[in-house]
């Protein structure tokens, strides 16, 4: 009897993101924007691991405004909550009035905890993905992949102007690592048993 | 409305990520994940500094100052998930998240009740002095944290007349 051998592969990307497989970010010119220094030293370092060197590390929205409206860049991973200027605002600005190519840059977003009043922004901020916390390194991978093979048109609709929202799945598939949808399953699941465990009571 | 569709070309980085050299994705996660273990102890310090501003967040004196200091507590909340979720300290995200949730659902015309966040913070606390291994005490802080968060979360049915 052979010995089965199956590669691992990592969920959400399936065969473009075997262990095996190469990829190189060494010349990605990248931003990362975070109001936390420490938030922003973790995203580096993590991208470091990737082969990317971070070319921009901005504090503020307002400083990467500045470098933005001038300096091609291929990648940005911005927080989304930031004070005065947030992540949602800056990536709005950044598709309504830079020229490109920057305003069709590859932008994820982090999210440490999702607003309820932010999800409308979010989704129509134009950003290519909302990652939310827990972070991991192999999340923040899968998302710069598939940003990196996103071949999504831009759309141009009313206030709207980014990635094509009515596609439908095809973000990363795999595993649910999305903490307010995990959050939100559970809930829906809790409720789901309270009101069974209420008609079970009722029928005896 | 008018839609204009914009067809884009191969993004710089959609070339790049597949030319010659580079690493292997099992080589890139592990060095991130090396690089991001070597920020433990800095993260630890981040967590503690952040329980220790959502204690000291004052309980809002009127309904004018509760939005900024729901704010305020609302950030700290979130800079612990900040620091901790890369550490997969799981129950000290679900336990910030929770106040988290708790605070965006504030009511803005009457008084929040702040032991809410009181609790939040002792138990953030607890959970930082409680070793990893005492998972069930651990279980425990988050099981009364998540009562909490039941009883101020959900909306109750309306009473029906009788």
């Known amino acids: 009897m052979g010995v089965q051998f199956r590669e691992r592969t990592l969920s959400g990307v399936g065969e473009a993101l075997r262990e095996s497989s190469v990829i190189n970010l060494t010349g990605a010119v990248t931003m990362v924007i975070d109001d936390s220094p420490f938030g922003l030293d973790l995203t580096c370092s993590a991208l470091r691991g990737f082969g990317i060197r971070v070319r921009y590390s901005c504090h503020s929205a307002a400083a990467a405004m500045e470098i933005l409206a001038d300096q091609p860049i291929d990648l940005i991973v911005v927080d989304c909550e930031m004070p005065t200027v947030d992540g949602y605002e800056l990536v709005r600005w950044l598709r309504r009035s830079v020229k490109p190519p920057n305003a069709m840059t590859p932008v994820i977003m982090t999210a440490a905890h999702m607003r309820r009043s932010k999800m409308l922004e979010a989704r129509d901020c134009g950003a290519n993905f909302v990652v939310t916390k827990p972070f991991s390194a192999t999340t923040l991978l899968e998302r710069i992949v598939w940003v990196a093979r996103d071949t999504r048109p831009f759309l141009e609709v009313g206030d709207y102007f980014g990635p094509d929202r009515r596609v439908r799945d095809t973000g990363p598939k795999g595993e649910e690592r999305r903490a307010a949808a995990i959050r939100q399953a559970a809930f829906v699941a809790e409720q789901a048993r309270a009101a069974a465990a209420e008609a079970a009571e009722e029928l005896q | ?162």
Not at chain 2, 15 to 40: C, H, K, T
Not at chain 2, 60 to 72: F, H, L, T, V
Not at chain 2, 134 to 150: I, K, N
Request: some cysteine.
């Open chain 2, 1 to 162: 409305m008018s839609v204009i569709t914009h067809a884009r070309g191969k993004s710089r980085l959609a070339a790049m990520i597949d030319s010659a050299g580079g690493v292997s994705v099992g080589v890139a996660l592990a060095q991130a994940r090396e690089n991001i273990e070597a920020m433990r102890a800095q993260a630890m310090a981040v967590v503690d500094a952040q329980i220790v501003l959502l204690e000291a967040v004052p309980k809002p004196a009127s309904i004018e100052e509760q939005p900024g200091r729901i704010g305020e507590a609302y950030r700290a909340a979130n800079g612990v998930i900040d620091a901790a979720s890369p550490f997969e300290l799981l129950d000290l995200c679900r336990a910030a998240a929770g106040l988290c949730d708790i605070l965006d659902n504030a009511p803005s015309d009457r008084p929040f009740d702040w032991r809410i966040v009181t609790v939040h913070a002792r138990a953030l606390k607890l959970l930082q002095t409680l070793p990893l291994e005492q998972a069930d005490s651990r279980a425990a802080v988050l099981d009364s944290l998540r009562e909490v968060v039941e009883r101020k979360s959900i909306p109750k049915p309306p009473v029906p007349d009788r």
